[in-house]
C-alpha cells in the first residue's frame, strides 16, 4: 500500500488544511487494544493510518479513550506508549513516544 505523503494544503468541506505531518501516515484498517491504568483498563478501537510517530484511531464511543496508553496493534509484537494529540467525535489522533519518557508537549 503507498503511503499518504501529501506536501500540499487538502481541502475538507470546504476548508483548506495545510499537511503538518513531519512523516507521511500509511492507511491501514487494524484492530488494536489501548491497556492504561497499569493494565486493569482496556479499549478495543481501528487503526485508520498509522507512522512510527504517531496514529488515527477509531471508536465506537472515544468519550472514555484517557489522555496516555498503551497500544497493542492486531499483528505486531511492539506495544506502543502513546497519548492524545486530538479528538474529533470517534476520532482520536495520537502520538508515540519512547518507553520510559514523558508524553511530548
Not at 29 to 50: I, Q
Not at 61 to 74: C, E, K, Q, R, Y
Amino acid at each position: 500500500m503507498e503511503p499518504n505523503s501529501r506536501t500540499h494544503p487538502v481541502e475538507i468541506n470546504g476548508t483548506v488544511i495545510a499537511e503538518r505531518r513531519a512523516v507521511s501516515r500509511h492507511r491501514v484498517f487494524k484492530g488494536a487494544t489501548l491497556s492504561f491504568n497499569g493494565g486493569y483498563g482496556a479499549m478495543e478501537c481501528v487503526v485508520r493510518n498509522v507512522s512510527d510517530l504517531g496514529a488515527l484511531l477509531r471508536f465506537g464511543d472515544a468519550t472514555g479513550v484517557p489522555p496516555g496508553f498503551d497500544l497493542h496493534i492486531s499483528g505486531e509484537i511492539q506495544i506502543r506508549p502513546a497519548h492524545v494529540r486530538w479528538r474529533r467525535g470517534q476520532d482520536v489522533g495520537v502520538a508515540f513516544y519512547a518507553e520510559g519518557l514523558p508524553p511530548l508537549a
